[in-house]
């Protein structure tokens, strides 16, 4: 290939549209590592510690698009501490500074503050994409900055973020020459928001296609908003609470209804069943349903919407949709693909909501189904079995047993063959949680069949270090391994240390490492960073002098070529 | 693991809110024991072991079973729901019951802070008599900050909207609850000189 002129090597690596296809071909000879950099557009960094901001900024000049990932996924459940790190001002001051022209940042489960945002809407004039998924340590005011700016912005997505609310004045930010909206979410704001300015916002801007509304905007405001922008093809309700008998309601079946092409709907944060039937008209040409946050929809008026949604493809709910909602779901949504069913009593005590029962009626009815999110009270080895015979297209399947350590509760077995059987017909299965009583067996049963898993979540399970050996000499493809409450030590972190340079992280917590089997660990791979984790007060004595054969509370190892890194806290330990 | 606080109370977790009497630095509840211990994962890997009929797993902790069950269990991080879905729910719960004027009461010296709920009182005599039940287990003797009462070490005050922090008692009590954010029973001079302010 050496005979091909650069532009031409170029311009077929333009049709290399994954990030892995480029990772591998830079590496095939200097001259396309060459080539391949200097064309790079989009950058996606999976651990924000594996590599230093500078070094991306250096290798990849033309860089337009980055994605960022900070904190282990564990950190969604609290345990990762706060101030842990995962910093996106370091990557906006290294891209301000190399003076590349970027447009997009999708940043995930980081610390964002006001200043990184200010920083950001100031040093690239071009920028047009913001996405905020699971992150924090930024206020309205950050938003402002982004507003007041970002003069060609396309996106503004807020998904999930621990916002401070500093007043409604970031959305009057947005200048009168603001146009080029096209998807705004801000769904995850606590405060109020000045309704005038927003339908402003959203009249002026033609090409507007993704709107989700927090919980502060009126269902008034929605209705004027949905005559602005009839084109709207997802929208987040806000709070939908509307006596159904006023003349607002009927203006907002009206305007509803000339949304044809509304595809995704969410939000409906205080819906209460009687409004419901305004979203009747739209219903038909729904994909997505997100009806997670709206408890108040139960039982019939629930059923009575999903009888409507013959198209839906994706659809979370509470699981007071019940098993007999589920079954309704079954014999509807034949096109279904994504279903994530979400636990109403975060508490995990109470009635029981779903059962396996649901989720087999789901899978007779629902062949394409590909990805699972299923929080339920009990479930059985039967059950997963006759899953796994109806659907074997899963890529994703997430099953929580809210009692941890609960065998089927048919037989009093472990739910081994259960899970067994998932991995065994679902050859596409990339990512896996588990729960429920689980023995050594399930492991060995993972390491067999799971070739393509790359996302594998323990948590309460497994007798002994076999376990985790099994699935870490089993599962070539795996990326990311996170374990908690699970009786594997020493033995099987070190079984093959190599193992985890080919794997994104690791993460242990609440096993039976040691501090020794951490510094083990640290010391034989360089190239891992081994971060040990520790929440002690100070009335602990052996926080001084730690003996190594103390069981480590928390341990986080990822690949680097970054080195130890200098932003880490006190309670944080860098072997 | 040893020691420690394997489950730490924080922010997303209702065990906070609720309302237990037990002797301090421990979290044994007055309810009896349920049959499914959650407390700890030892109790919890044990309980998995005993259900199995094996024998203790060479790798068990020599400590032993040390964390009192609880009866309403609180793993940390379990189920696993990002935390923004869960107060996105709590938030609303607390708004949907018109959940009364929860405030955490500290009391200088104790080891932990207490939550009582303002709307349930009466007047300032009864919230009086519910702090001093809350915190007599630190043999603190008479609780009175409100009636000026002489003889006491203790001072009842409220951290008011602005952030100042006030003597309880001086203001008409629906307007204290409505201004009140959180209480804080002072010891010693701290509240000596309270008092003493005219």
Same mark, same amino acid.
């Given at each position: 290939?050496?005979?091909?002129?650069?532009?031409?090597?170029?311009?077929?690596?333009?049709?290399?549209?994954?990030?892995?296809?480029?990772?591998?071909?830079?590496?095939?000879?200097?001259?396309?590592?060459?080539?391949?950099?200097?064309?790079?557009?989009?950058?996606?960094?999976?651990?924000?510690?594996?590599?230093?901001?500078?070094?991306?900024?250096?290798?990849?000049?033309?860089?337009?698009?980055?994605?960022?990932?900070?904190?282990?996924?564990?950190?969604?459940?609290?345990?990762?501490?706060?101030?842990?790190?995962?910093?996106?001002?370091?990557?906006?001051?290294?891209?301000?500074?190399?003076?590349?022209?970027?447009?997009?940042?999708?940043?995930?489960?980081?610390?964002?503050?006001?200043?990184?945002?200010?920083?950001?809407?100031?040093?690239?004039?071009?920028?047009?994409?913001?996405?905020?998924?699971?992150?924090?340590?930024?206020?309205?005011?950050?938003?402002?900055?982004?507003?007041?700016?970002?003069?060609?912005?396309?996106?503004?997505?807020?998904?999930?973020?621990?916002?401070?609310?500093?007043?409604?004045?970031?959305?009057?930010?947005?200048?009168?020459?603001?146009?080029?909206?096209?998807?705004?979410?801000?769904?995850?704001?606590?405060?109020?928001?000045?309704?005038?300015?927003?339908?402003?916002?959203?009249?002026?801007?033609?090409?507007?296609?993704?709107?989700?509304?927090?919980?502060?905007?009126?269902?008034?405001?929605?209705?004027?908003?949905?005559?602005?922008?009839?084109?709207?093809?997802?929208?987040?309700?806000?709070?939908?609470?509307?006596?159904?008998?006023?003349?607002?309601?009927?203006?907002?079946?009206?305007?509803?209804?000339?949304?044809?092409?509304?595809?995704?709907?969410?939000?409906?944060?205080?819906?209460?069943?009687?409004?419901?039937?305004?979203?009747?008209?739209?219903?038909?040409?729904?994909?997505?349903?997100?009806?997670?946050?709206?408890?108040?929809?139960?039982?019939?008026?629930?059923?009575?919407?999903?009888?409507?949604?013959?198209?839906?493809?994706?659809?979370?709910?509470?699981?007071?949709?019940? *098993? =007999? %909602?589920?079954?309704? #779901?079954?014999?509807? &949504? !034949?096109? @279904?693909?994504? $279903?994530?069913?979400?636990? +109403?009593?975060?508490?995990?005590?109470?009635?029981?909501?779903?059962?396996?029962?649901?989720?087999?009626?789901?899978?007779?009815?629902?062949?394409?189904?590909?990805?699972?999110?299923?929080?339920?009270?009990?479930?059985?080895?039967?059950?997963?079995?006759?899953?796994?015979?109806?659907?074997?297209?899963?890529?994703?399947?997430?099953?929580?047993?809210?009692?941890?350590?609960?065998?089927?509760?048919?037989?009093?077995?472990?739910?081994?063959?259960?899970?067994?059987?998932?991995?065994?017909?679902?050859?596409?299965?990339?990512?896996?949680?588990?729960?429920?009583?689980?023995?050594?067996?399930?492991?060995?049963?993972?390491?067999?069949?799971?070739?393509?898993?790359?996302?594998?979540?323990?948590?309460?399970?497994?007798?002994? *270090? =076999? %376990?985790?050996?099994? #699935?870490?000499?089993? &599962? !070539?493809? @795996?990326?990311? $391994?996170?374990?908690?409450? +699970?009786?594997?030590?020493?033995?099987?972190?070190?079984?093959?240390?190599?193992?985890?340079?080919?794997?994104?992280?690791?993460?242990?917590?609440?096993?039976?490492?040691?501090?020794?089997?951490?510094?083990?660990?640290?010391?034989?791979?360089?190239?891992?960073?081994?971060?040990?984790?520790?929440?002690?007060?100070?009335?602990?004595?052996?926080?001084?002098?730690?003996?190594?054969?103390?069981?480590?509370?928390?341990?986080?190892?990822?690949?680097?070529?970054?080195?130890?890194?200098?932003?880490?806290?006190?309670?944080?330990?860098?072997? | 693991?040893?020691?420690?606080?394997?489950?730490?109370?924080?922010?997303?977790?209702?065990?906070?809110?609720?309302?237990?009497?037990?002797?301090?630095?421990?979290?044994?509840?007055?309810?009896?024991?349920?049959?499914?211990?959650?407390?700890?994962?030892?109790?919890?890997?044990?309980?998995?072991?005993?259900?199995?009929?094996?024998?203790?797993?060479?790798?068990?902790?020599?400590?032993?079973?040390?964390?009192?069950?609880?009866?309403?269990?609180?793993?940390?991080?379990?189920?696993?729901?990002?935390?923004?879905?869960?107060?996105?729910?709590?938030?609303?719960?607390?708004?949907?019951?018109?959940?009364?004027?929860?405030?955490?009461?500290?009391?200088?010296?104790?080891?932990?802070?207490?939550?009582?709920?303002?709307?349930?009182?009466?007047?300032?005599?009864?919230?009086?008599?519910?702090?001093?039940?809350?915190?007599?287990?630190?043999?603190?003797?008479?609780?009175?900050?409100?009636?000026?009462?002489?003889?006491?070490?203790?001072?009842?005050?409220?951290?008011?909207?602005?952030?100042?922090?006030?003597?309880?008692?001086?203001?008409?009590?629906?307007?204290?609850?409505?201004?009140?954010?959180?209480?804080?029973?002072?010891?010693?001079?701290?509240?000596?000189?309270?008092?003493?302010?005219?």
């Amino acid at each position: 290939m050496t005979y091909f002129p650069e532009e031409v090597v170029e311009h077929i690596f333009d049709f290399l549209g994954s990030h892995r296809d480029r990772n591998a071909v830079s590496t095939v000879c200097k001259a396309w590592y060459g080539v391949e950099r200097l064309s790079r557009r989009s950058v996606f960094v999976g651990n924000c510690y594996a590599v230093r901001p500078e070094r991306v900024v250096a290798r990849f000049p033309g860089v337009r698009s980055l994605s960022v990932k900070g904190k282990p996924h564990f950190a969604d459940f609290n345990l990762v501490p706060d101030d842990w790190g995962g910093f996106a001002l370091p990557w906006i001051e290294a891209f301000a500074r190399g003076g590349l022209g970027l447009e997009e940042l999708r940043l995930k489960r980081m610390v964002v503050s006001d200043e990184s945002l200010e920083l950001l809407a100031r040093s690239f004039p071009s920028f047009k994409v913001l996405v905020l998924i699971s992150c924090e340590g930024f206020s309205t005011d950050g938003l402002a900055a982004i507003a007041t700016h970002c003069r060609v912005l396309r996106e503004l997505d807020l998904q999930e973020n621990e916002v401070e609310d500093c007043g409604p004045r970031w959305l009057s930010c947005f200048p009168d020459s603001c146009t080029s909206l096209v998807s705004l979410n801000f769904a995850c704001l606590k405060g109020e928001v000045n309704a005038a300015a927003l339908e402003r916002l959203v009249a002026r801007c033609p090409n507007i296609r993704t709107l989700r509304l927090n919980r502060a905007v009126s269902v008034d405001s929605l209705s004027k908003i949905l005559a602005r922008a009839p084109h709207l093809v997802d929208l987040g309700t806000g709070s939908f609470t509307i006596d159904h008998h006023a003349e607002a309601y009927h203006r907002l079946i009206n305007n509803f209804t000339k949304c044809k092409s509304l595809k995704s709907l969410s939000g409906f944060w205080d819906a209460s069943p009687r409004c419901l039937p305004a979203v009747y008209p739209i219903c038909g040409n729904l994909t997505g349903l997100n009806l997670s946050y709206a408890p108040a929809i139960q039982g019939a008026d629930l059923i009575k919407l999903i009888r409507l949604c013959l198209k839906l493809q994706r659809l979370w709910v509470l699981d007071c949709i019940g *098993d =007999k %909602g589920l079954a309704v #779901v079954a014999s509807t &949504c !034949k096109e @279904l693909q994504e $279903l994530r069913v979400f636990p +109403s009593d975060v508490c995990g005590v109470g009635t029981a909501a779903v059962t396996e029962e649901g989720l087999v009626a789901i899978s007779s009815g629902c062949p394409k189904l590909n990805s699972l999110l299923y929080f339920c009270h009990q479930m059985t080895n039967a059950a997963l079995v006759t899953v796994a015979k109806n659907c074997p297209h899963f890529t994703r399947f997430r099953l929580c047993i809210l009692d941890p350590g609960k065998p089927d509760p048919v037989t009093n077995q472990p739910l081994d063959e259960g899970f067994g059987a998932i991995v065994q017909s679902c050859k596409d299965l990339r990512r896996l949680s588990l729960s429920g009583l689980l023995t050594d067996q399930v492991f060995l049963y993972i390491g067999m069949y799971a070739e393509c898993l790359e996302m594998l979540s323990i948590a309460f399970a497994g007798d002994s *270090d =076999k %376990g985790m050996v099994y #699935v870490l000499n089993g &599962c !070539k493809n @795996l990326r990311k $391994l996170e374990i908690r409450d +699970s009786p594997f030590g020493d033995a099987a972190l070190l079984e093959d240390v190599g193992k985890y340079e080919t794997m994104r992280s690791l993460w242990m917590s609440s096993c039976y490492v040691t501090l020794k089997g951490c510094k083990t660990l640290a010391a034989k791979m360089p190239r891992l960073n081994v971060e040990v984790i520790n929440e002690r007060d100070e009335s602990d004595e052996m926080e001084e002098n730690p003996s190594d054969l103390r069981r480590v509370e928390k341990m986080y190892v990822y690949r680097t070529v970054a080195g130890p890194r200098n932003d880490a806290p006190d309670f944080v330990w860098m072997l | 693991m040893e020691g420690g606080a394997t489950y730490v109370s924080d922010l997303g977790n209702l065990k906070a809110t609720e309302l237990r009497l037990g002797l301090p630095g421990t979290d044994a509840p007055e309810k009896p024991t349920p049959e499914n211990p959650r407390g700890s994962k030892r109790a919890l890997l044990e309980a998995n072991e005993e259900f199995r009929g094996k024998s203790k797993s060479p790798e068990a902790d020599p400590n032993g079973q040390e964390a009192a069950p609880m009866a309403k269990a609180q793993v940390v991080g379990w189920p696993p729901i990002r935390s923004y879905r869960k107060n996105s729910f709590q938030a609303r719960k607390a708004e949907a019951e018109g959940a009364g004027l929860l405030v955490k009461v500290s009391m200088d010296g104790a080891p932990y802070l207490r939550k009582i709920d303002l709307k349930v009182y009466k007047g300032y005599k009864e919230l009086g008599e519910a702090l001093e039940n809350l915190f007599k287990c630190f043999s603190l003797g008479e609780l009175s900050g409100m009636e000026g009462c002489n003889g006491s070490e203790y001072a009842i005050t409220y951290e008011d909207k602005d952030g100042d922090w006030m003597l309880v008692g001086d203001v008409p009590w629906e307007m204290f609850i409505s201004s009140c954010k959180r209480l804080r029973i002072m010891t010693g001079s701290e509240a000596r000189g309270m008092r003493s302010s005219p």
